[in-house]
């Protein structure tokens, strides 16, 4: 599977991320033994990029795989926290629970907040910047939905990774259209800031138009990666052959 740089964190991340949303309790909530398994076919399979959050509760089946696979891939977290004291404890967490030292990155998870983000949680930005420079963070990200959260992503210097919803029907964009998130993806990339892509399949609206709609993912100039949910064996399989 073909591997991409995230614009200038270092990081290698293949075309595919698994995203860990829907295995979890939040949708399909699929036992431990069974979640562990799924990753494991996906991580044996080359993928080598997770993204996840604190509130996904995923984890443990994150840890296990791991364990099991003896992979070492790119994983990708995020947390609501806004204080310092907040995104500090979130941090902790991943790195327990996943049983890690450092983790690739770590997102202000702000999927439908504005932009003021950037001054309403300045305290847990801190804490993220801080830990990246301990070493415990690679790189420090933000996931939205918004197109102005996006395009003010690209002016903030601290900011490595930017992770926008964006699909072909524009499903779920806020603050904008489709065109205007990709011109704020664009600044993005120009900014040197990685981009990886969500809800390519419009939270399953568009898995009928398939290969359409990742296609047209795929064809976002610099986005390195694009997040899907899988919570099967044959889904990893369909995502890995196409």
């Known amino acids: ?12 991340v293949t075309e595919l991320c698994f995203g860990a949303l829907p295995f979890g309790p939040l949708q399909k909530n699929l036992p431990l033994e069974e979640a562990t398994a799924v ?3 996906a991580l044996e399979g080359g993928i080598n990029f997770i993204d996840t959050a604190q509130i996904y509760k995923t984890y443990a089946p994150i840890r296990e795989a791991l364990q099991q696979t003896k992979k070492r891939p790119v994983i990708a977290s995020k947390s609501p926290a ?18 890690l030292d450092e983790i690739g990155i770590f997102h ?25 420079a301990r070493g415990r963070i690679k790189a420090v990200g933000i996931s939205t939905h918004s197109v102005k959260v996006t395009a003010l992503a690209a002016t903030i210097e601290g900011i490595d990774v930017v992770f926008p ?16 998130m990709e011109k704020a993806i664009s600044c993005c990339v120009a900014a040197g800031k990685g981009v ?3 809800k390519a399949l419009a939270g399953g609206l568009l898995v009928d138009d398939y290969a359409q709609a990742v296609e047209y993912a795929r064809s976002i100039p610099g986005c390195a990666s694009i997040a899907l949910g899988m919570v099967s064996k044959a889904e990893v399989e369909y995502n890995l052959d196409y």
């Open 39 to 41: 990753l494991c076919a």
């Open 108 to 132: 202000l998870h702000a999927a439908r907040v504005g932009e003021d983000v950037f001054t309403e949680r300045q305290g847990a930005l801190e804490c993220l910047y801080d830990n990246k």
């Open 82 to 99: 806004s204080t310092y004291e907040g995104m500090q404890e979130a941090i902790e967490e991943a790195l327990n629970e996943l049983n």
């Open 1 to 12: 599977m073909k591997k991409r740089m995230l614009g200038n964190t270092g990081l290698e």
């Open 196 to 198: 990886y892509l969500m």
């Open 165 to 180: 919803l964006i699909n072909q029907t524009g499903h779920g964009i806020l603050d904008g259209s489709r065109e205007e």
